[in-house]
């Protein structure tokens, strides 16, 4: 059973983070899904960053995790999608690994 943790800048007063566990159930209808945070600072990348690598250590390997805080919604930026050999111990290698190995992809709505 696959496990996702989810952290955004939504806030939880409307129906935008169910929509996106909506989403992920339909395409993976077993996984477990664990809410780290919605409400980091809007448009706080930073915080974000700092939220997801101090829980991101005590999750099972494999665990897919998924930030969305965007300083510009609907722009052109691409997904970054960082594959890991194991944690990292502060943001700031968060940051620094991201830079060095991060790949833009295209992604395809199947929904």
């Keep these: 059973m696959p496990v996702i943790t989810l952290l955004t800048d939504y806030g939880i007063k409307d129906s935008y983070v169910a ?3 909506g989403a992920m159930l339909r395409i993976s209808p077993d ?5 780290i945070s919605h409400d980091v600072g ?3 990348i930073e915080s974000g960053a700092f939220h997801l690598v101090r829980a991101a250590p005590y999750f099972p390997s494999g665990t897919v995790h998924v930030g969305v805080v965007d300083p510009g919604v609907g722009g052109a930026r691409k997904p970054i999608i960082v594959k890991t050999r194991g944690a990292w111990d502060n943001h700031r290698a968060f940051f620094e690994h991201m830079s060095a190995t991060s790949i833009n992809l295209t992604l395809k709505n199947s929904l």
């Design 19 to 21: 929509e996106v566990k």
């Design 31 to 35: 996984a477990t899904i664990v809410d």
């Design 42 to 44: 809007n448009y706080d």
